[in-house]
């Protein structure tokens, strides 16, 4: 098997689970909640989330009455997930630790499958579409959602602003991340390919306003897999600096006198 990236770990996820939920799950939410619109599912209709996380999409289409299984491969992510349903004492969802390439779930038994942000990071990117598509019925809708432009993602260059101004000499890596394999670009082929009919690819556009850059920085270099990588090499030192240079940079773009990221999406629809 190819080399895998530290995102494509499931430990690497369990061990961020909290602070990838402080720092993204306010866009991912928005994301899941634009996908759960176009997917229109009515109440009771049984749907299967793939690389859920700690439950943006999922938590959402419970409170929406739908019949939710919350999957992902990352037992930490699975147990925050479990925690926030108990907490919310919401009825019909389960989560379950599972991989998004292999579900060990029956043809045909879903209504409505997605991936928000997910399946982007699964090494074999057309076997996590096929099993989307495997688990729906004649007919059921899927949706996935993937970075519209990863090249453009104001998150990921405000970080490299900030680091090239602390370590000018540092090489990025020489193959693209995983999640940038699959964009808005690409979307529609891929899954016509993974049997999907009438797909179509939207835009999603998310904002997230950080009213305290600081905490959010705090957080910051541990909320996914690759940023925690990235930040282990560069070594506390390093890091501070990056913060400090990514926090001005944060202020000085505030129109309001508040840092508001706006970030965009891709989300592809389509039938079993
Ligand atoms: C960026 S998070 C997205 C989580 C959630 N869907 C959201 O929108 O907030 C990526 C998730 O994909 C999961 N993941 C990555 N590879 C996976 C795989 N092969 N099978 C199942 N889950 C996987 C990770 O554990 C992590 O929870």
């Keep these: 098997m190819a080399d895998l990236s530290p995102d494509q770990l499931a430990e690497n996820w369990g061990a961020i689970a909290a602070d990838y939920e402080r720092a993204f799950e306010g866009l991912s939410t928005q ?3 634009h996908a759960l619109r176009l997917l229109d599912l009515r109440p009771g209709e049984r749907v299967l989330d793939v690389a859920a996380g700690t439950g943006a ?14 999957t992902d491969f990352a037992p930490g992510m699975v147990d925050r997930l479990r925690a926030r349903i108990a907490a919310e004492g919401l009825p019909h969802i389960s989560a379950e630790v599972m991989d998004g390439q292999a579900l060990a779930l029956p043809d045909a038994s879903f209504d409505a499958s997605a991936s928000v942000l997910g399946l982007i990071f699964f090494p074999d990117l057309d076997c996590g579409l096929g099993e989307l598509r495997r688990v729906l019925r004649g007919g059921g ?14 998150l990921m260059k405000l970080v490299q602003q900030a680091i090239r101004q602390v370590a000018p000499g540092l090489q990025p890596p020489s193959t693209p991340p995983a999640w940038a394999r699959l964009t808005g670009g690409g979307l529609k082929a891929r899954m016509e390919a993974a049997g999907f009919q009438e797909v179509a690819v939207v835009t999603s556009t998310a904002t997230q306003r950080i009213l305290t850059p600081e905490a959010y920085w705090a957080g910051f270099t541990r909320s996914a897999p690759p940023l925690a990588f990235l930040f282990g090499q560069l070594g506390p030192e390093r890091t501070a600096a990056v913060g400090r240079a990514y926090i001005e940079a944060l202020r000085a773009q505030a129109e309001d006198g508040v840092p508001t990221l706006c970030v965009e999406a891709s989300i592809g629809v389509g039938r079993a």
């Design 31 to 33: 994301y899941a909640a």
């Design 57 to 70: 999409f999922s938590l959402q289409a419970a409170r929406a009455g739908a019949e939710v299984l919350a």
């Design 141 to 154: 809708r899927a949706a996935v959602v993937c970075w519209r432009d990863p090249a453009d993602l104001p």
